[in-house]
């Protein structure tokens, strides 16, 4: 069965800086997909960012950007030049794709964004 | 567009009680979940749905039944309320192309069942 491990429960960063959510995972499978996915206090989750496995360019969606090391089972999210507006729960979620449909989710990293 | 909508947003319930959650998509998305959220955990999958009329069991289905019967609707049955389902409840959609997709979340709906 697939596992994913956030060992980071909280995290802090200025305003302005740049930080790295971690995530690891464990699999046997050869192909498929991670996400990051943000949950705001409205509670509201929302997709951040996606990397299929076959692809060895990391994904990136503005100031989010991933660190994918397949060979690690490693998949880091990087945001920079934080907002207030980042403040959430991060959570690291993995998709073996196929006929698989489930996400299992790693236990999530609460992000605080200082001023 | 409305996305993923669900009701209520929150609820409370006495033990033994019954209730159902509302789920809705306007995406013509063929396949849709639900998930639970405890306290200080990531989201596990209770049932999901592949299309009309089909549904299979996630990871912890004890105590809940869905049915489908729209491609836009798929309901959360709670029949008889236990304290161990008081928690934070999401439902999700995703397009057609089956595994690896995103799945689209609605506000999710909080349940304490007392």
């Known amino acids: 069965a697939q596992t994913v491990t956030q060992s980071q429960p909280e995290m802090s960063v200025q305003e302005a800086e740049t930080v790295t959510l971690s995530c690891t995972y464990d699999t046997s499978e050869n192909n498929y997909y991670l996400f990051w996915y943000k949950q705001p206090p409205s509670r509201q989750m929302i997709l951040v960012i996606r990397q299929e496995a076959y692809k060895q360019q990391n994904a990136t969606e503005n100031r989010f950007s991933v660190n994918f090391q397949k060979a690690a089972k490693s998949f880091s999210l990087k945001i920079s030049d934080s907002q207030l507006g980042d403040t959430a729960m991060y959570f690291c979620a993995f998709n073996s794709g196929g006929s698989n449909y489930k996400l299992t989710f790693g236990k999530g990293t609460l992000l605080t964004v200082n001023p | 567009n409305a996305g993923v909508t669900q009701t209520p947003k929150f609820r409370i319930l006495k033990i033994g009680q019954s209730m159902t959650l509302q789920c809705t998509q306007d995406?013509?998305?063929?396949?849709m979940y639900w998930y639970r959220q405890d306290p200080g955990m990531g989201l596990k999958l209770i049932y999901y749905s592949v299309g009309a009329g089909i549904t299979d069991k996630g990871e912890v289905p004890n105590g809940y039944n869905v049915s489908r019967s729209t491609t836009e609707d798929f309901p959360l049955r709670l029949e008889l309320a236990a304290p161990s389902q008081t928690s934070v409840y999401f439902c999700?959609?995703?397009?057609?192309?089956?595994?690896?997709?995103?799945?689209?979340f609605g506000p999710g709906t909080r349940l304490l069942v007392l």
């Open positions: 995406m013509n998305h063929n396949y």
């Open positions: 999700a959609s995703s397009s057609t192309s089956g595994g690896g997709e995103t799945q689209y």
